[in-house]
């Protein structure tokens, strides 16, 4: 089949990921199309040894697009999305149809069977990176031993927030060797030799909304009856996600047996030696696409837990790889 793609937010921190994932995995295209802003139309974007010129979104004819990837934010998703879908599978990175019943949320080697039902919009939702992560180590272990309960404390790099907070955290830290004032802009607090113990609003229950996503976005990839709580923090890293888990299973589990299955796990890497250094950072998960799982140790303060160290590069299986895995699962599952 012919298949052209239409991205849409492409002079973006996830927009031009998508563009280096579809380069990196030989995605089969025959055209793709970089759409933006009119502010950004014009630009020239290199994909395959080629100049693509950005076109402007009010302009732009999405009929010529098989599949058109949202990476915008939900403000531009909201006005254009269900128009575009009426044309284009439109795959979705924002928040505003993750929890729409009618939409599917995905994480390939999570619950692709979910996508057998995206024509109810033609919409198809990315995850939060926070939460795709998680699940792809969860979903072997919870189908290994029923997973009860999660406790999870994040600390997530500035890159989730965009390209700004990026550029804040880099003036911060020199402003901060060299001695000088330091003034927030896109954080509460300085971000700069600091950890902020709050991403996204506040509900009134005391949570954020991140942590919220957390919690519903993981029921409805994985499970409805999984009981999960999160601590979301932001850190002055400027790539990749971490996340320390404590597991309850309903079942006994088996360490080794845990460690074999994450490690022969689709998109999952194990590093776990008992030595300085055999573990995974942030630093290191950078720029690849497998998910890394280290630290993985027995809670032994309750029966049948499981402490585990996730990290991944969020602009990847966070955001850009896992919208290019969905598109994949549709052709290689024929559902398109």
Same mark, same amino acid.
């Given at each position: 089949m &012919?298949?052209? =793609? @239409? =991205? %849409?937010? @492409?002079?973006g921190n996830v927009g031009r990921k998508i563009i280096e994932v579809l380069d990196k995995r030989n995605f089969p295209l025959d055209s #793709? /199309? #970089? %759409?933006?802003s009119k502010n950004s139309a014009g630009k020239e974007i290199e994909f395959k040894n080629k100049k693509l010129i950005v076109e402007d979104l009010e302009k732009f004819d999405f009929s010529k697009a098989t599949i058109s990837f949202f990476c915008c934010g939900s403000t531009i998703t909201k006005e254009w999305a269900e128009k575009v879908a009426k044309q284009s599978i439109v795959i979705d990175n924002s928040s505003l149809y993750r929890m729409n019943p009618d939409v599917p949320l995905v994480v390939p080697e999570v619950n692709?069977? +979910?996508?057998k039902h995206?024509?109810?919009?033609n919409i198809i939702a990315n995850p939060n990176c926070s939460t795709a992560q998680l699940v792809v180590p969860l979903k072997p272990l919870h189908d290994l031993y029923t997973i009860k309960r999660i406790v999870v404390s994040t600390y997530q790099s500035v890159s989730g927030a965009g390209k700004e907070p990026m550029?804040? #955290?880099i003036s911060q830290t020199k402003q901060f060797l060299n001695n000088e004032t330091i003034q927030s802009k896109k954080f509460t607090k300085q971000i700069a030799f600091n950890a902020i113990p709050h991403i996204d609003v506040f509900a009134d229950d005391g949570y954020t909304k991140e942590e919220l996503k957390m919690v519903n976005e993981t029921k409805k990839i994985l499970d409805k009856n999984i009981k999960l709580t999160a601590t979301c923090v932001r850190i002055p890293v400027l790539v990749?996600? &971490?996340? &320390?888990?404590n597991l309850q299973f309903e079942k006994s589990f088996n360490l080794e047996e845990a460690r074999s299955v994450l490690s022969k796990a689709e998109g999952c890497k194990v590093i776990d030696e008992r030595k +300085?250094?055999? /573990? =995974?950072t942030p630093f290191e998960a950078e720029g690849k696409f497998e998910t890394y799982i280290s630290r993985m140790r027995v809670d032994h303060t309750e029966n049948n837990c499981l402490n585990l160290w996730i990290v991944s590069?969020?602009?990847l299986k966070g955001a850009a790889l896992n919208a290019v895995q969905i598109a994949e699962t549709l052709i290689n599952k024929k559902l398109i």
């Open positions: &012919s298949l052209s =793609i @239409a =991205i %849409v937010g @492409a002079t #793709l /199309y #970089l %759409v933006a692709w069977q +979910d996508l995206f024509k109810k919009k550029d804040e #955290l990749s996600h &971490s996340e &320390s888990v +300085d250094g055999g /573990y =995974i590069d969020n602009l």
